[in-house]
Structure formats: C-alpha cells, structure tokens
C-alpha cells in the first residue's frame, strides 16, 4: 500500500481558520519576545523558516539572532 503524507505550513492545502498563525505567533512571542508585524503578513507560499525570517527582520532582529 502507498502513503502519501502532505504538510500544508502556509495554508495552500487547507483552510485552518487562521491557527497555524496563532501557533506561529505564540511561538515567536515565546521564544523572542515579539512576533513582529503579523497581523497584516501573508504566510502564503512560504516555508516556516522563511516566515520567521521575515517577520523578525520586521521587527528589528538580526538574522544572526533569529
């Protein structure tokens, strides 16, 4: 029997009302102290790395901290 396992991280796949974001905001929040400029980002087409990347820049973090 074949599998197929699929990982939807920006939302492309599946709509989740928007909790994927919250994930990824409480997250960032936890471990950096802010989430950055989330509320009007899109995650569209982008990976979670990328998407940390982005916002942290946002928010004033070097990369090499992030």
């Known amino acids: 029997m074949l599998r197929l396992i699929l990982f939807d991280v920006d939302g492309t ?3 989740t ?5 919250r994930a990824i905001g409480v997250a960032l929040r936890e471990t950096f102290g ?17 998407i940390v990347f982005e916002l ?5 973090l070097p990369r090499s901290d992030v």
Do not use: E
Not at 17 to 21: F, R, T
Not at 56 to 60: N, S
């Open 34 to 50: 802010t989430a950055g400029p989330i509320a009007g980002y899109s995650f569209a087409g982008k990976t979670d790395p990328q």
């Open 17 to 21: 009302d928007g909790q994927a974001g």
């Open 56 to 60: 942290m820049a946002r928010a004033g």
């Open 13 to 15: 796949l599946l709509s």
